[in-house]
Nanobody, 115 residues
Framework: QVQLVESGGGLVQAGGSLKLSCAAS????????MAWYRQVPGKEREMVAT???????NFHDSVKDRFSIWRDDFRNMLYLQMNTLKPEDTAIYYC?????????WGQGTQVTVSS
């Protein structure tokens, strides 16, 4: 079982930037898709960005022009660069690895954007 551990969250002012990292205990090439999700208390977890083994990327419409996702298969890392942060980006951010429907999750990292 590959473990995923997120880091990089914190408190930032609106307009600022954060870079989230996700470290995998094994090869991330075992996941056909990796992703970042986020969740606000009382709401469903939502997809923020995904990246496939072929480096095809998808983004939630609300972050499309502000966030970027990439993977480092050599270091078994997944990243999310978040720019021009808004208060509505405040959430717990989770790293996800999908192996043909078998999903792996990290414990989450809190991102708080102050206005």
């Amino acid at each position: 079982q590959v473990q995923l551990v997120e880091s990089g969250g914190g408190l930032v002012q609106a307009g600022g930037s954060l870079k989230l990292s996700c470290a995998a205990s094994g090869s991330i090439r075992s996941f056909n898709v990796m992703a970042w999700y986020r969740q606000v208390p009382g709401k469903e977890r939502e997809m923020v960005a995904t990246i496939s083994l072929a480096d095809v990327r998808n983004f939630h419409d609300s972050v499309k022009d502000r966030f970027s996702i990439w993977r480092d298969d050599f270091r078994n890392m997944l990243y999310l660069q978040m720019n021009t942060l808004k208060p509505e980006d405040t959430a717990i951010y989770y790293c996800n690895g999908d192996r043909f429907g078998n999903e792996h999750w990290g414990q989450g990292t809190q991102v708080t954007v102050s206005s």
